[in-house]
């Protein structure tokens, strides 16, 4: 038994390390489990590879549950023996059931990576890029039966860096996030903390992405798909196709210099590489070829002296000059 609260941790991703350490390493808040997603198949050779949540519970030797379903009664049975003051859910992936939501006596708690309500759903931190938006943030919530909608506990703004992409901002917030949830937490579990109502007139959404987001449409303006491009970085990624071949673009810059390029169209230049979109070009700087390394757009022309009559497919497609 714990002298502590008890805590049920729920969490999958490289996401939801932190706060787990974070609750770890405090006095007294050590969670009593984690609930995590099965080990999922990765990779080509699809080996079976076991969550970083997993990981790292195992590391800090916490006990561990991987159900295929929160939905059956023998996972149910489960936490109800638990007997969880409170759960912390950090991007646990699934939509809880109301059964598992009113197990804990206080409640769940749930740290999202963005300044709700905007950005609610499954992709917040891609969202907050591809708006455009100069901050982001972490909010601590009181999970309800509808997404991303119950009051909030706490916020707390990060302002977006210039250039920004997916991985670092989400490496950023999750650190945050783990901050600020180890700040809230005891406030939470002595209730001291009164919850505050979203305003949900104010809610904007997000989707689940999938790889096929990231194909480039060219005749998109320049600013929307270089943002797109820093926003799938590194998920689900960014591509074109050139010869048939489908190419990852890694990052792009505006080039409003370049003119008279049309969508897709490409111009290869002092050792650059530009595109043309419906309003200004872009340099890409950073691409890979399907099989091959990533490598820099001047690596690249040096590898194609035949670019002007290469041929593309649609994507749609560009053209070459």
């Not at 703004?157 to 937490?185: F, M, N």
Request: charge should be positive; charged fraction near 15%.
């Amino acid at each position: 038994m714990t002298d502590g609260p008890r805590i049920v941790f729920f969490g999958t991703p490289d996401f939801a390390v932190p706060s787990l350490q974070k609750l770890a390493a405090l006095g007294g808040l050590k969670p009593i489990a984690v609930v995590t997603q099965p080990a999922q198949p990765v990779g080509r050779k699809a080996i079976l590879t076991a969550s970083p949540v997993q990981r790292a519970a195992e590391q800090l030797s916490i006990p561990l549950r991987a159900p295929r379903s929160i939905k059956n009664s023998d996972f149910l049975e489960w936490f109800i023996e638990q007997k969880p003051d409170i759960a912390v859910l950090v991007a646990y992936g699934k939509i809880l059931p109301k059964e598992v939501l009113a197990v804990p006596r206080l409640g769940f708690v749930n740290v999202h990576p963005s300044l709700l309500p905007q950005h609610r759903g499954a992709s917040p931190v891609a969202g907050a890029l591809l708006a455009g938006d100069a901050r982001t943030g972490i909010t601590i919530m009181q999970l309800d039966d509808e997404m991303d909608h119950g009051p909030i506990f706490a916020a707390r703004e990060v302002a977006i860096k210039s250039g920004a992409t997916q991985g670092p901002l989400s490496r950023e917030l999750a650190l945050g996030g783990a901050a600020l949830l180890a700040d809230t937490l005891p406030q939470i579990l002595s209730e001291t903390l009164t919850p505050v109502e979203q305003n949900h007139a104010a809610a904007t959404y997000t989707k689940l992405l999938k790889r096929s987001d990231g194909n480039i449409n060219w005749c998109q303006p320049a600013q929307t798909i270089e943002r797109l491009v820093r926003a799938y970085t590194p998920w689900p990624g960014s591509y074109t196709c050139l010869n048939q071949a489908r190419i990852k673009i890694y990052q792009v810059a505006l080039a409003r210099s370049q003119t008279g390029l049309a969508p897709g169209q490409l111009r290869a230049t002092g050792g650059k590489l530009y595109v043309g979109t419906s309003s200004d070009a872009l340099e890409i700087k950073y691409l890979q070829m399907a099989g091959k390394k990533k490598q820099a757009a001047a690596e690249f022309i040096n590898g194609h002296t035949n670019l002007a009559s290469a041929k593309v497919c649609p994507c749609p497609p560009p053209t070459i000059t």
